[in-house]
């Protein structure tokens, strides 16, 4: 609690608990976020999107790149789960001075903790931190999982300084999943599949259940627009970059390469009517943005 007293807002009641971590009251969670204080706290499922998720070399060569160093600044894992970010990231970026992970699953913040961050347990549509004191907020595959992306967004841009940075990563592209007709239901029988393999996120029924409860906007037709983070961040005074991109060809996303998707998606957007190698039908939108001093 010493470590992040000055960066609290003082109209805020936390509570700090047993583990050491800091807890702020969130009233009528909302059915999303009970789905993501159930799936990230589960002890095994959350285990297995740590060692399953955002950990390829192609995430970390991006992330390493537009990140470059972290060391002795403040940071902001907004979203942080069982701490992938720094996990993945850690042995190259270097250690930053303060390391927040925000999180609704204190199951999930128990596991950051245990890699490096100071754990604060918040909804992130209602931050109980104060304006402009971080170097670099981080929201990796986290709008989606929150019911307003935009106020999220909006959130985590408020805590950046001025010369400091944003970067969001791993939202699923609206126009990328505009499924339909034999794309749609190539789309929804992907989960049995998914299930028969024991992919990391489905090796159960139940743990299948509740990772998909927590994706609120990874719908057909539902997901980030390159409208709203303009929309949102510019007015802010940042100035927004945007990089759609396929997860498949690391730090060249920079460039203007957004790769190729996976041969299942690609033909799901083919039977969708989606020309699969156009910006748009890049499965995520990655925005670095940097806020103007």
Request: charged share 20%; with cysteine.
């Amino acid at each position: 609690m010493l470590t992040l007293s000055s960066y609290l807002k003082s109209d805020k009641i936390l509570e700090q608990s047993n583990e050491g971590i800091l807890m702020c009251k969130i009233p009528n969670p909302s059915p999303g976020m009970q789905a993501n204080t159930c799936y990230f706290g589960h002890p095994q499922w959350a285990k297995n999107y740590l060692e399953a998720c955002h950990r390829d070399e192609n995430f970390i060569n991006l992330w390493q790149t537009v990140i470059y160093s972290w060391r002795d600044k403040i940071v902001v894992d907004i979203g942080c789960g069982p701490g992938n970010l720094y996990a993945s990231l850690k042995e190259s970026c270097g250690k930053p001075g303060l390391l927040i992970g925000v999180d609704v699953s204190d199951g999930a913040l128990k596991m950051a903790q245990q890699i490096g961050y100071t754990p604060l347990l918040a909804d992130a549509h209602n931050l109980p931190l104060i304006s402009s004191f971080a170097d670099i907020v981080m929201a990796n595959a986290c709008l989606h999982h929150c019911d307003d992306m935009a106020k999220v967004l909006a959130e985590a841009a408020r805590l950046v300084r001025p010369g400091g940075l944003l970067i969001t990563d791993h939202d699923p592209q609206q126009t990328a999943y505009n499924f339909r007709g034999l794309g749609l239901l190539l789309w929804q029988i992907r989960l049995p599949l998914y299930r028969l393999l024991k992919r990391g996120g489905h090796s159960t029924d139940d743990e299948q259940f509740w990772s998909i409860a927590t994706e609120v906007h990874h719908k057909p037709g539902d997901g980030i627009t390159p409208e709203l983070y303009y929309q949102v961040l510019e007015p802010l005074g940042f100035k927004v970059q945007l990089y759609p991109h396929n997860h498949t060809v690391g730090a060249k996303v920079l460039q203007g390469n957004y790769g190729k998707s996976f041969w299942r998606c690609r033909i799901a957007q083919r039977l969708s009517g989606i020309n699969p190698d156009t910006p748009q039908a890049a499965l995520s939108l990655m925005c670095v943005a940097i806020r103007q001093v």
